[in-house]
């Protein structure tokens, strides 16, 4: 193994862990954030197993040496995309030691990072769902589910969380309409694909009979062939010349094809 990759380093703590190791996995950590020192992963693997194994303040530490490490001068007070999954994972931290305002500041800056980090909307609408606060809960699905405007693993994850919840919580009305919801959002966007696909082969076949006309009346050219099935969307259609014409061939070379 490559002990200057980080990454490397990180999946051999995490085997050593298994293993039961927790001393040596912490050096294997720590040495993987000397030798890459902007690897999120890492800094975030440390940190969960500080706070698994060893002492919050230690893994509150870590998080923050990560954040600073990982920062990108783009990122904003938040640091960026690459810090999204300290900033979680430090919210999970601060959720078990029961200071939920400061769990709510981590998972608040993980989705200013990455407003798209699904396991920052799921720890903190889980923590909020444990509290009885689903009125907050759902205020923070229904933000991040404006986050995606096509349907993605990540936002079906997310429109499942948010139906279990509210099954969960024995609003059974409320589940129902999150499912409606999800599957008419699938819908409208097929919908959308469908219609721009459509729109797309009318104008190709439109394309397609001006070429015809021009070459038909053309007296040096004819036309040899055609092919006038649609596609329909779902086949996978082979076209040649946007649909129209497949090759043309003079009319002096057809008479001595005839004559051979």
């Not at 060893?54 to 783009?74: H, L, V, Y």
């Not at 014409?245 to 070379?253: A, D, L, N, R, W």
Request: with cysteine; charged share 30%; glycine share 8%.
């Amino acid at each position: 193994a490559n002990s200057r990759d980080g990454g490397v380093l990180q999946a051999y703590a995490l085997y050593v862990v298994k293993l039961g190791d927790i001393y040596a996995a912490r050096e294997l950590l720590r040495k993987g954030t000397i030798v890459n020192k902007r690897h999120a992963p890492i800094w975030q693997a440390w940190g969960v197993l500080e706070t698994r194994h060893g002492k919050a303040e230690d893994a509150r530490d870590i998080f923050q040496q990560g954040i600073w490490a990982c920062a990108q001068s783009s990122g904003g007070q938040s640091g960026g995309r690459r810090c999204a999954r300290l900033w979680q994972a430090w919210g999970v931290l601060e959720s078990q030691e029961e200071d939920y305002d400061a769990a709510r500041r981590c998972f608040s800056r993980a989705l200013d990072a990455d407003s798209r980090n699904v396991a920052a909307v799921t720890a903190w609408t889980l923590m909020e769902k444990n509290l009885g606060n689903y009125k907050d809960a759902r205020l923070i699905y229904e933000r991040a589910l404006k986050q995606f405007s096509t349907p993605t693993d990540e936002k079906l994850i997310l429109w499942q969380a948010y139906e279990s919840m509210e099954s969960e919580a024995g609003n059974s009305q409320k589940a129902q309409s999150v499912y409606q919801r999800s599957i008419g959002d699938a819908i409208a966007i097929q919908d959308e694909f469908i219609t721009d696909r459509s729109s797309k082969i009318l104008k190709s076949d439109s394309k397609s009979i001006n070429s015809s006309k021009r070459i038909l009346d053309d007296g040096n050219e004819v036309e040899v062939s055609r092919w006038d099935k649609k596609p329909t969307f779902g086949e996978n259609e082979v076209w040649l010349n946007d649909g129209s014409i497949e090759g043309k061939v003079p009319p002096s070379t057809m008479k001595k094809t005839k004559r051979q």
